[in-house]
């Protein structure tokens, strides 16, 4: 089993729409949560950190973490075209350091 | 304030060749990290160091040397690269604050390509 898993897509969604992203990750003792983005042919840059249970909300962004269920959400409101990228998630677990997923290829359609 | 930086962007090495990616940042980050990235992959981590003076293995450590020069800088060597080590590769940069993992900045990537 992976550590950390992700839909891996790819997610196509008309302009406007909601983009939900899923994680999945497999150490309990995890405790630090991220979402990256990453444009075709560049480096990743961080979209939202979370820490505690429950929402967060930044803009058109909010991240969602159930530490019961294991699960880390991305939800992206009113998607843009410009919002197409592979979202990474990145958990850090025991060893205090970060895991990432595979990604997720997201593609807004104007 | 230039953030992290990679050097080179771009290599072509032949199989046995060695080489050394540079990496430099300027936020005055105690830890620093060495990814790559496969295609449907994601990042896996070769070597990071937690502070000045340490290195750790990662994920994927074979095949791969590291030094942390000083505070600003932690260098990636390829001693005798083969094929399997063509790929994108990244450092990155960050504080661990009161045992919970802070933002990691990345720099732009070098890609290498082994023939």
């Known amino acids: 089993q992976k550590e950390v898993e992700q839909n891996s897509g790819p997610l196509s969604v008309p302009e406007g729409a909601i983009a939900s992203l899923n994680c999945t990750y497999s150490?309990?003792?995890?405790?630090?949560f991220f979402w990256y983005r990453q444009y075709s042919g560049k480096s990743p840059e961080l979209i939202m950190s979370i820490y505690s249970n429950g929402d967060k909300e930044d803009g058109r962004f909010t991240a969602q973490l159930n530490k019961a269920s294991q699960y880390v959400s991305l939800l992206i409101r009113d998607s843009q075209p410009s919002d197409s990228a592979t979202y990474l998630c990145?958990?850090?677990?025991?060893?205090?350091?970060?895991?990432f997923g595979s990604g997720t290829q997201l593609t807004v359609l104007p | 304030n230039a953030g992290v930086t990679q050097t080179p962007k771009f290599q072509v090495l032949k199989t046995g060749q060695s080489m050394t990616l540079q990496c430099a940042q300027d936020m005055n980050h105690n830890s620093m990290y060495w990814y790559r990235q496969d295609p449907g992959m994601g990042l896996r981590l070769i070597y990071y160091s937690a502070s000045e003076g340490t290195t750790d293995k990662g994920e994927v450590p074979n095949g791969y040397n590291v030094s942390r020069l000083n505070k600003r800088e932690f260098s990636l060597r390829l001693e005798s690269a083969a094929p399997s080590q063509t790929s994108v590769y990244f450092c990155?940069?960050?504080?661990?604050?009161?045992?919970?993992?802070?933002?990691?900045?990345f720099g732009p990537g070098t890609r290498l390509l082994v023939l």
């Open positions: 990145a958990v850090t677990g025991s060893a205090r350091q970060l895991t």
């Open positions: 150490d309990r003792g995890s405790q630090s």
């Open positions: 990155a940069s960050s504080e661990i604050a009161g045992g919970f993992q802070e933002t990691q900045y």
